[in-house]
């Protein structure tokens, strides 16, 4: 029987430990959260924190695993990679990993190699940056960020030196190795950040399942709640930005695996790409994309993990209008009452509800605090828009 080691168990990184139980395979669970719902599919469970790199080598020695998965995890993704590389299973190189998964780095990164790129400095203190900003001669508004997290965790915008306080302390906050990065904001030239996830064969990228990435207007901006196809950008662009993508792995060495993706183009047409995590997407991204292809993308991540041949047909269908969208709350508290309206009821092709009434909530700032998510089929691309755009007119959320 293969053995897999699966680092994390949260709700979002349930569905690859559901399929590799399916196909027959062992699975060995590592996460520092107990209570996590994946030790329930798990044949074997170790209390271990998925960023111990040494410390799950010596697990994966001990159970002789033959597998190596950090599924929707950007902080585990380079223990996969250690783990993989120190004992020749399927893998990407350890350091282009840490690259992809450190912001600091992957500006560095992009910089040097002569793609486009936002001026961007990393500080462990607040008053340097300080000093290091008027320096530099950094023009306002300018992004904040955690150089490690994910879901978009402590992310914000200031438009002036006197915003950095409760900025800079937030992302630190939600920085692992305590180091924020500051680059100047990129104006979008499009309505929607383009998000969604690749999957690499071989070193090429054999699906490019691109998708526009909706966030809240008031609450969290830069936080996702939705995503859905088609993409609302010309082919010219789409191309453009698969060559680039391609550009960046075959520089890196990235051989396989899947990508969670997040690029833009600015007013001048001009492609940045902000992130490419060497991992699946949150928020249920890969069944959205199967639904959308029939592409199975948890399951080429857990075979390919095993070194198992792969067959992935590139092809996003023109006439398909789906979308998913993150229940969440604007209040900390108790929830009372959440209601799909009967104008939503139609388009719901499946729900997935992570909260009870009576549950404890808070306020909607990280992927994390999520109360559910609901997968949508529309008729048009003009039904598809409208509801997107208006959400909160058909999902209410009550919390005292």
């Known amino acids: 029987m293969k053995k897999l080691l699966f680092l994390g168990g949260s709700i979002q990184q349930t569905p ?18 107990s209570d996590n ?60 990993v840490r690259i992809l998964t ?14 486009n790129c936002p001026k961007a400095e990393s500080f462990y203190y607040k008053e340097e940056a300080i ?38 302390e937030l992302a630190l906050v939600n920085s692992k190795e305590k180091i924020v990065i500051i680059e100047e904001f990129i104006e979008m030239g499009h309505k929607h950040m383009i ?24 609450l969290s901006p830069y936080v996702p709640i939705g995503k859905s196809y088609p993409l609302f950008l010309d082919n010219e662009k789409i191309n453009l930005a698969k060559k680039e993508i391609e550009k960046v792995l075959r520089i890196l060495g990235i051989t ?17 790409i902000i992130e490419i995590g060497p991992r ?33 047909i590139d092809d996003m269908p023109n006439e398909s209008y789906y979308s998913i969208y993150v229940i969440h709350s604007a209040e900390k508290g108790n929830l ?19 909260k009870e009434i009576g549950s404890k909530v808070d306020i909607f700032d990280g992927a994390n605090k999520a109360l559910g998510i609901i997968f949508l089929k529309f008729d048009n691309l003009e039904e598809l828009q409208d509801k997107m755009d208006n959400m909160n007119n058909f999902v209410e959320v009550e919390v005292l």
């Open 336 to 354: 009372v009452k959440l209601d799909l309206k009967q104008e939503i009821q139609k388009n719901i092709v499946k729900n997935i509800i992570y």
């Open 131 to 168: 000093r290091e900003l008027e320096k530099l001669e950094f023009e306002y508004p300018l992004m904040v960020k955690p150089i490690d997290s994910s879901g978009s965790k402590g992310v914000n915008r200031i438009n002036s030196i006197n915003e950095l306080d409760e900025a800079f």
């Open 256 to 272: 396989m695996g899947a990508l969670n993706l997040e690029l833009m183009f600015d007013k001048r047409g001009r492609l940045y």
């Open 37 to 96: 719902p994946g030790r329930d599919y798990a044949d074997e469970y170790h209390l271990v924190s998925t960023t111990d790199q040494e410390e799950v080598l010596r697990i994966a020695k001990q159970t002789k695993i033959d597998g190596i998965i950090a599924f929707a995890s950007d902080p585990a993704a380079p223990t996969a990679a250690y783990v993989g590389n120190e004992l020749n299973l399927p893998s990407n190189p350890y350091e282009s």
């Open 102 to 115: 450190k912001k600091d780095l992957f500006r560095k990164f992009l910089k040097k190699h002569g793609f």
């Open 16 to 33: 690859a430990l559901k399929y590799a139980k399916k196909r027959g395979y062992y699975c060995i669970l590592c996460d520092f959260l």
């Open 195 to 218: 998000g969604g996830d690749g999957f690499v064969i071989n070193g090429e990228l054999k699906f490019n399942g691109f998708l526009n990435c909706h966030r809240s207007k008031n």
């Open 280 to 312: 699946n997407g949150g928020n249920m991204i890969p069944d959205l994309l199967e639904m959308i292809t029939g592409v199975n993308l948890i399951a080429a991540t857990v075979e390919a993990a095993l070194g198992n041949e792969i067959k992935i």
